[in-house]
């Protein structure tokens, strides 16, 4: 079983579409991250939930919009596509305990390759 | 956020000891040294991590320096599928716990 999956696996749109990439993890972690990562392979944390509460919100237009509907899933929609939200998006869990976050290991999921035309 | 200096990129034949540098001289003393790999066309995965010990698991060992200001990774014996793109990552507390990813090295292992 895939412990963080992802779906689509690649989204091609039109710009100023709105599009869904959906997250789910069966490791029954408690907290849960999206990550960008550009063309230039940088990899960016976006946001944290942990226990469905948003933690972390790095500046991210709020055309991104995370949803957390249980642990177990983080959704990521995005409104209104640009040419620059072209990326890999990855979903990552981890089970942060005691909320201590340096020492937990996180788990990525497989990306969602996103191409706004 | 701490820093860390990694070589862009790194070779190794197949089958020998691979030994990755980092180093982190404004280490503090709540950082942890986290490392990461990213494989082709896949996510980051864990490898390990330390505090002041050296540290071994069945992937790799992490060697720290006794001053915390450096760190070595080393896989002990290379195959093709550790080819990724390894980052050395400090988190600590007071606002640094975020896995924040800099440039990493790239290792290519040839066969």
């Known amino acids: 079983d895939t412990a963080v999956s992802q779906t689509p696996k690649y989204l091609v749109t039109q710009m100023g579409n709105d599009k869904s990439i959906k997250c789910e993890q069966n490791?029954?972690?408690?907290?849960m991250y999206w990550y960008k990562q550009d063309s230039k392979k940088f990899l960016k944390i976006m946001f944290s939930y942990n226990n469905k509460e948003l933690i972390i919100n790095e500046t991210v237009p709020n055309r991104f919009s995370p949803k957390s509907p249980d642990k177990a899933h983080l959704n990521l929609h995005i409104n209104s596509l640009e040419l620059g939200d072209s990326a890999v998006y990855f979903c990552?869990?981890?089970?942060?305990?005691?909320?201590?976050?340096?020492?937990?290991?996180?788990?990525f999921g497989p990306g969602t390759r996103l191409l706004v035309l | 956020d701490a820093k860390t200096t990694q070589p862009n990129s790194m070779e190794s034949n197949e089958e020998e000891p691979v030994h990755l540098p980092c180093n982190h001289s404004t280490i503090s003393g709540t950082d942890y040294i986290h490392w990461y790999r990213q494989l082709p066309s896949q996510g980051p995965e864990y490898v390990i991590h330390?505090?002041?010990s050296n540290v071994n698991n069945r992937m790799a060992s992490l060697a720290i320096a006794e001053d915390r200001k450096s760190s070595t990774l080393i896989l002990h014996r290379a195959t093709l599928r550790d080819a990724a793109v390894y980052y050395c990552i400090l988190r600590g507390g007071f606002g640094n716990e975020k896995l924040t990813f800099g440039t990493g090295t790239r290792l290519t292992i040839i066969p």
């Open positions: 990552a869990s981890s089970q942060v305990a005691g909320g201590v976050f340096y020492q937990e290991t996180q788990y």
């Open positions: 330390g505090l002041t």
């Open positions: 490791l029954g972690h408690d907290t």
